[in-house]
């Protein structure tokens, strides 16, 4: 591991030494949730710009739109393919929505943990499915880690799949996650992202399911009482760039930022695992109810007609293929 990080960081310098002098480029970059020190999309977005800094030096500077500052998800992958926006981090559901491929990762209880989803990520599976966004307009660079998704409302702790029965769970407007949900008995209710947070405060759902980094960055303490480890969902992030913004760059800095859009998700996912264990705790002082499920195989058996359902949209030997990856 020393030697490969030696290999990069060298490699890193001479790449900044050979780059030609060039006028400074902002990059635009932007996401939905909090700029909050924990909050993982914030942590690929900086650690992003900063290794730009650092392999690049002085061609790049980064312009940051947290908390929604230039729309939704959707609309952010819209400017991206327009060429309005430069950079974005992105949830991979809503990325599904203009190439279902990625409704791979959203599969769930796809990966028992981290570095099952790093494996595939990181390989052959995870490259096919960020060179398919060529065709709209978009370069996929790398994916972060936004950690596992999780249950929160505020009827009942989740312990057996009979918990999510009857409770109206925000889903990111993703047929995955209605699919998962329905599957579960849940009442599945499709909301974009800004509007969430005002529905549990006023009872319209009675929950979400969502990363723990993200409670903790976006406050839902506040709003929401129970909290079960369901990691039904492992929640990857794409760092995306506009291909018109990455096609005036000259090949030296093109490479740049392919190298430290892979360097930046090495340091944001080291940092969102060192979070994790103190977030809960930190909810816990907030006045949540913190549970474990003992057994997912309960909620595995229910969900397994979600796979033959999307089967197709995803293809079936990219499904087979990660999942013979992940046995």
Excluded: C
């Amino acid at each position: 591991m020393r030697i490969i990080k030696s290999l990069v960081s060298a490699g890193a310098i001479v790449l900044a030494l050979t780059l030609p002098a060039a006028a400074q480029t902002e990059l635009k970059i932007g996401w939905t949730t909090s700029d909050g020190e924990t909050d993982p999309y914030a942590i690929a977005a900086r650690e992003f710009i900063s290794a730009l800094e650092k392999n690049a030096p002085g061609q790049f500077t980064g312009a940051y739109f947290p908390n929604r500052q230039l729309g939704d998800e959707r609309e952010m992958l819209e400017g991206l393919g327009f060429g309005t926006l430069d950079v974005a981090v992105i949830t991979n559901a809503v990325i599904a929505n203009i190439e279902p491929a990625f409704q791979l990762n959203d599969m769930p209880f796809l990966y028992g943990n981290e570095a099952q989803a790093h494996e595939v990520l990181d390989g052959e599976i995870g490259q096919e499915l960020l060179g398919r966004l060529d065709d709209n307009g978009i370069v996929g660079l790398a994916f972060a880690e936004g950690g596992f998704r999780h249950m929160i409302n505020n009827v009942r702790p989740v312990t057996t799949p009979a918990d999510v029965g009857g409770v109206k769970y925000r889903v990111m407007q993703n047929p995955v996650f209605v699919g998962m949900f329905q599957s579960l008995g849940g009442n599945a209710v499709p909301m974009a992202w800004g509007e969430v947070y005002t529905a549990v405060q006023q009872g319209t759902i009675d929950g979400l399911e969502i990363p723990i980094a993200v409670i903790k960055s976006n406050n839902y303490a506040e709003v929401a009482k129970y909290l079960s480890l369901t990691r039904h969902t492992y929640s990857a992030l794409g760092i995306l760039i506009s291909k018109r913004t990455f096609d005036r760059l000259s090949p030296e800095l093109q490479e740049a930022v392919r190298i430290s859009a892979k360097e930046a998700v090495v340091a944001q996912r080291a940092a969102v695992a060192s979070n994790n264990e103190n977030i809960v705790a930190s909810l816990r002082a907030d006045g949540m109810e913190v549970n474990d499920v003992a057994d997912p195989a309960e909620f595995r058996s229910l969900v397994k007609p979600v796979y033959e359902q999307f089967r197709d949209s995803i293809g079936g030997d990219l499904l087979d293929a990660a999942l013979a990856q992940v046995k």
